[in-house]
């Protein structure tokens, strides 16, 4: 089982999603972004962590918004999601091609990792 935390993170009514690049695990999926906890970290440290590596994201963390087990035809995740409110951002991007600020209606247009899905229903 592989922990990752990843961020819902609001700029004013609207939310970030990345997609994942080709050549990576779910390549082409758009995703909450955010990456693996590391065993001396906490899900809060992983977090800032893996959002300034791969977006120069800063974030003001909110509060937890869930946690969800999903399992891949390869490999197994808990997933584990926080609220967070958008400071700012280099968006250089490192393990993603793509982002897109969107609204909750607008989510159906974008192939979305399947681990990701349960937390929609939260936001």
Known sequence: MIRVVCGVIYKRD?????????GIALEGKWEFP?????DSETGLE???????????????VLGKIGSNIHHYPNFSIELIAYKCTFIEASFKLTDHDAYEWISKVDISNFDLADADKPFIDLI
């Open 34 to 38: 955010g990456g693996k906890i590391k």
């Open 14 to 22: 609207k939310f970030l999603i990345t997609r994942r690049k080709p």
């Open 46 to 60: 992983a977090l800032k962590r893996e959002l300034l590596e791969e977006l120069g994201m800063q974030v003001e």
